[in-house]
């Protein structure tokens, strides 16, 4: 873990513009240290002002390229941590600091065993080491098509994401996509009073809860006729390999406080979380919000939502069909607005017999001792998608973190024993 | 308009603690007042402190009961007042003041006629005037059934409202009953991830939306079974009378910014407010509701109802039969937890026949020179229904405010030719 210490030292905190300069000091030692061991690197700039390290080295038929990030979360707040969070410190089997895991130190076993293979590297091996990954990773994705050339690669490693149980290894086998939407309903120019006006003024409230309450029909299914006409389920093979994940509902309980009866009536966790589409009410807001009663018909209601797409729904196309759907059951007398509409990014599918996921489950196997566990996310890292699709590389998604890492919380660490295994999987993986 | 300047000076602000005494100066003031011309009066307490001024005069078969409050609702934002809120002034034609028509200046001319028909009453007037109406009349509420003996009486007079047209009198028939109803669905311990979890976890504010679409039917009418059971929909006589009301589509936007199309479908704006119960939702809070996207599935989802009650539904059984339909809702793994119910109080509904009514009548046809409007107003006040009630009087509610007059805003104030419109017709009243 050599050098680590001196990556984590920069406060490279990417949402917060105090700290520009230091996260171009970042990128600047990052690509010095790479340069050190050989890799032939630069830093391509963005233009939101945080510069990606780029670096190549090793030759071969084929190209492996590696994302990861160089910057961090925030750490406030600060009172929390029981020791610096940008000074690495050791403590009973861990180390703690901000980035400690998220992504400086899963990152750092990556580029160790990219280092001792160096001289007996089988492909050439490519860096894009970006520094917005906490923050939307804009600047990566304004510059992507423009650096296509660059990054072309057979394998996309990706050593970002974690393990449920540090005896198993786990390889993400898909993400979800997901757009993003929020509408208003308008009526009166201010709000009215409930008594006056109840059942005269039509109550944008009422009308907002009476569309979303048509989103799904009893059975927890999306009701949006064609919603699901381009979800690919998954193949049984994969469905079998998803449903192995060891959660069950008394233990989503504990972990949640809920038990896990959401989503469509019958279907496996598994299925519901990794493979089937979901749209969810993330924040609803009219009229009086406060404590007691103010008899109102609220003037405006806003709902926010976000809708997780499957494989291999269309962004823009499901977004259209989702706010038609809305907007067509807008009553007489009461506007429907749209205050924000995104659709950020497609689902990702890792071909499960695909050679690099071969390639990866072996090295998982060596480093771990025992087959693999293969998740499909429910979350959504459109950068990945996109970057696999420019790439037109096969991703491997792997990483060692565990719940208790706390990443982007105060006292984030890294267990020592799963910064090895990562090591050892990325020595195989290059071996 | 003797001496009304020197009620209108004292700040008995109800709502502020701080004016505690300010509002016993100005009862007894007011009982000194009445007592100066001959009432018999009586301070009676109330447990939050603030005095009834109780009062008799005259004696016959019959009783008036007359209704006013002496309290008035907090200047602020003084700075917008153009003179001193406390020191009535004239000006083109009003007299402008905090309480100038809201009631301290519609009690005014009521408590003048009966000065001046004081030697010759044909029957028993009493005063009830409280000291807390503007802020839910709550002491009253509570010695009501203590004084039942001393306000029995054959009418109950209200001047406390007011009429659409300077033109035309307009006589109160009507006032809708009204249950409050705050529910909150509660999902997981705290915010998931709506990517993780979606699908997964139930969502409290996807329940709570669908739940609350079930509320109205496609026609707007209420969709709760029962609901309409004991409602008694109005005479045909009343609706003609109730539909004379001169608003029309057109009006009602340029009033509101909406147009009239809340409500059951098919029925009129007269029929709608004034004799149909209504379920409006008043607040919907739920996740994140602040600005930009935040991808949750929210803990909690919060909705605040206001049911407004026709004659002659029951506001207890109504409120049970709102919340077991909604509770009923909930999907298995969420939690449905009543966060505030109040069935605050019921319908009033004038029969129209009654001679209370055509004594009314005749009064406001001496004073204006033309048939008084008949409205059935859609709000509520629930110390009138028990007031009602309790004495067993006929309420006749007649008032000459205006839109113009600004009550409970800044620069409040009452057309001097409204002022005597309204003490012609008390005089005519007690003729």
Redesign the interface.
Known sequence: MEKLSDFIAFKSISADPKFESECTDCAIWLSDYLQGFGVKTELIPTPTGKPVVYGRIGSGDTKTLIYGHYDVQPPEPIELWKTDPFVLTEREGRVYGRGAQDNKGQLWYVIQAVKARADSLKEEVIFLIEGEEESGSVGLSQILSSIKGKIKADTLLVCDTGTIDERVGALTMGL?G?C?L?VQII????D????????????P??A?????????DENGRIGIPGFYDSVKEPLKEELALAEKFPITEAM?HGL?????????KGKS?AL??GF???I??????????DE???????ST????L?I?LAYDQDPKETLELVTNFLKLQT????TFKII?S?AAGRALRVPISSPAVARAKNALIKSTGVEPLYIW????IPVLVSLTEVSGAVPVLVGFGLEEDSIHAPNESFKITQWDKGYKFALEFFG
């Open positions: 979800r997901i993003h929020e009526g009166p120019s201010k009215l009073h409930s008594g006056v006006h109840g059942g005269v003024a039509p109550n409230s009422l907002l809860v009476k569309m979303l309450g048509t989103l799904h989503y949640t406080g809920v038990m896990p009866f959401g989503g469509e966790i519901r979380r089937l589409p979901t969810e009410i993330n924040g609803l807001r009219s009229g009086h919000i007691g009663s103010k008899t109102i018909i609220p209601a806003n709902a926010k976000s997780r009553p007489l007398g009461l924000d995104c996310e429910g979350a959504s």
